[in-house]
């Protein structure tokens, strides 16, 4: 026995050694070895803007600077591929920029906000080319900026006009036994409607119908200035499919050239006075981008404006790159607002909401902070219900005209199984010491008393909303509540009704934080700064794929979309402030 100990003993010792010495190995690379290499920018180059890995304002950072070494090094924030380009219009070795097939996870309002310094770009008198082998509508959006515009001779042009689709699961339940049952204070509240209906209703309809107008008129707008072309003759173009082949994308003028990408790239050459048969110097946006953020110049000031970015569904716990937590939220303020060098705060909000009760913390501290230092808001493609809850007592906010907003409005779900348990043979029963005692059980029918209780909780959280945004809007709250429903609105149409103040974007709102502030040089912060523990750490490792991915790659990209919304769904707890929809223009 003690000799089969002492291998035991021999064996747990062996075992402690190599993990010991296989992460001392790691942290050494990543000290000694994990540095990126220095990028160099040639002569006479050309950024290649590709856009697939972008798909958050802010890439995030850790509290810990050991998560950071093992962070992604390439990740990189839309924010960063901006400034990027700010500095490319006076970097002497850049001529111009190239949009190459490009296929991008941004939405509208990040959209427009590259397209509007890709414009600045061009001014400054360099050259923006585009080519696809087929554009989507939200890619040739952002790509009517460029000229000329190329289109592969066998590709396609999607240029339509837009559409939500909606599915309902009434009869589903029915026929399953399994029940979402539903309490809600909103008429437009229709994130519930599938639960509670076969069919949209006419308010889900109207709200629907007049958000996507709004955004198809911002959007067209922009690309009858790009491309000369009457707003008229685009929706003249989108009813008859008339640009659905590369000919008749170029007879209606929408793009310049049908060639394959070698013609492109002896365009390119001959903008650039290269020879034919030779290499052009090109660079990636993200090489570019990360050599911006490691050479750009800080000036001498004193002064500095956070830029806190809230990103992502509302969450109780930490929160990350993608979802809004208390957590990282609130020490983000606390640390703004106490540090004396920060001047003025700008909430960069991108979420369609979430926690009701999350929300409502973050608000707390934004009102806590706004008392010592001027809060501005800066909406991004969303800031709807509870997006919309933490943003309302800013001095000012800032939207987009395709920005999604408002939706103040309250739901609950809770699933119920009472009728599946039936049917299969099972039956609940229950011992309780007081009447109200067992609170609420899925394998039992909702009973009124306890619905009519959730309901009074639901109506509390919507008034406590509606005040804040009355407060927050210097409204009445009967003016806030005619407004508020759950509808959900555009940029565009929440400036004229009084829930936000400018249009604009994150770059408009530093400004006007920094007129509020009182102070003309200064430098930008960027938060949160995530709390991350061992695991997190782990999980980026190269060999650590995480469940997810694993998921991802075998379900493929859409189906892996739709689990994720049926998970969202199930982790939904307690009431939600959180839009009714989402909204994928393509």
């Given at each position: 026995m003690k000799f089969l100990g002492n291998v035991f003993a021999t064996i747990i010792g062996l075992f402690v050694f190599l993990m010991l010495f296989f992460f001392g190995i790691l942290i050494i690379v990543a000290i000694f070895g994990g540095e990126p290499e220095t990028v160099t920018v040639k002569n006479n180059s050309v950024i290649e803007l590709d856009l697939k890995n972008i798909k958050y304002d802010y890439a995030g950072k850790y509290k810990d600077p050991w998560i950071n070494i093992f962070?992604?090094?390439?990740?990189?924030?839309?924010?960063?591929?901006?400034?990027?380009?700010?500095?490319?219009?006076?970097?002497?070795?850049i001529k111009g920029i190239s949009i190459l097939n490009d296929e991008s996870s941004l939405g509208m309002a990040q959209s427009k906000a590259l397209r509007d310094k890709l414009e600045s770009f061009k001014k400054s008198g360099k050259f923006v080319m585009a080519y696809a082998n087929s554009y989507s509508q939200k890619e040739y959006y952002l790509n009517s900026v460029a000229s000329p515009i190329y289109l592969?001779?066998?590709?396609?042009?999607?240029?339509?006009?837009?559409?939500?689709?909606?599915?309902?699961?009434?009869?589903?339940?029915?026929?399953?036994?399994?029940?979402?049952?539903?309490?809600?204070?909103?008429?437009?509240?229709?994130?519930?409607?599938?639960?509670?209906?076969?069919?949209?209703?006419?308010?889900?309809r109207e709200q629907t119908s007049a958000l996507l107008n709004s955004i198809w008129n911002s959007v067209a707008a922009e690309i009858s200035k790009s491309r000369n072309i009457s707003i008229n003759k685009l929706n003249e173009i989108a009813n008859g499919l008339l640009a659905r082949t590369p000919e008749m994308a170029k007879e209606q003028h929408l793009v310049d050239i049908i060639a394959y990408e070698d013609v492109y790239h002896d365009a390119i050459r001959k903008a650039l006075k290269v020879e034919k048969n030779e290499e052009y110097n090109k660079i990636s946006i993200f090489d570019y981008t990360k050599k911006a953020m490691t050479t750009s110049k800080i000036n001498d000031a004193k002064d500095e404006i956070a830029i806190i970015y809230a990103q992502g569904e509302i969450q109780s716990g930490e929160g990350d790159v993608n979802t809004i937590g208390e957590g990282s939220m609130r020490r983000s303020l606390q640390e703004a607002r106490e540090n004396k060098n920060i001047k003025a705060i700008v909430l960069r909000v991108d979420s369609p909401g979430g926690n009701a009760l999350t929300s409502d913390l973050i608000w707390r501290e934004v009102e806590l902070t706004k008392k010592l230092k001027p809060v501005v808001v800066s909406m991004g493609n969303y800031?709807?219900?509870?997006?919309?809850?933490?943003?309302?007592?800013?001095?000012?906010?800032?939207?987009?005209?395709?920005?999604?907003?408002?939706?103040?409005?309250?739901?609950?779900?809770?699933?119920?199984?009472?009728?599946?348990?039936?049917?299969?043979?099972?039956?609940?029963?229950?011992?309780?010491?007081h009447e109200n005692s067992a609170g609420y059980s899925p394998f039992v029918p909702l009973g009124d008393k306890f619905k009519a209780v959730t309901l009074e909780g639901v109506e509390h959280i919507y008034s406590t909303f509606v005040t804040h945004v009355a407060e927050g809007r210097k409204m009445t709250f009967a003016q806030v509540d005619s407004i508020a429903q759950g509808r959900v609105w555009s940029g565009s149409q929440a400036i004229k009704i009084g829930l936000v103040d400018k249009i604009g974007g994150l770059n408009d709102a530093i400004k006007e934080a920094a007129t509020l502030a009182k102070v003309k040089k200064y430098n930008t912060r960027n938060y949160p700064e995530y709390d991350k523990e061992l695991e997190d750490l782990l999980a980026n490792l190269p060999f650590a794929q995480s469940k997810e991915s694993f998921i991802k790659e075998e379900l493929g990209e859409e189906n892996y979309k739709v689990?994720?919304?049926?998970?969202?769904?199930?982790?939904?707890?307690?009431?939600?402030?959180?839009?009714?929809?989402?909204i994928n223009i393509r």
């Open positions: 962070s992604d090094k390439k990740s990189v924030g839309l924010t960063d591929v901006i400034s990027a380009i700010e500095d490319a219009k006076t970097d002497s070795d592969n001779p066998v590709g396609e042009m999607d240029f339509k006009g837009l559409s939500a689709e909606i599915l309902f699961f009434k009869d589903l339940q029915e026929k399953s036994g399994v029940k979402m049952e539903v309490i809600r204070h909103g008429k437009y509240k229709s994130a519930v409607e599938p639960f509670l209906a076969n069919e949209m209703s006419d308010a889900n800031a709807a219900s509870g997006g919309y809850y933490i943003a309302c007592n800013a001095h000012k906010i800032f939207a987009e005209n395709t920005t999604i907003t408002g939706s103040i409005g309250v739901f609950g779900i809770l699933p119920n199984f009472s009728k599946l348990t039936s049917k299969i043979g099972i039956n609940a029963e229950q011992v309780n010491t689990l994720q919304e049926i998970k969202r769904m199930q982790s939904q707890k307690g009431v939600q402030t959180m839009m009714p929809f989402k």
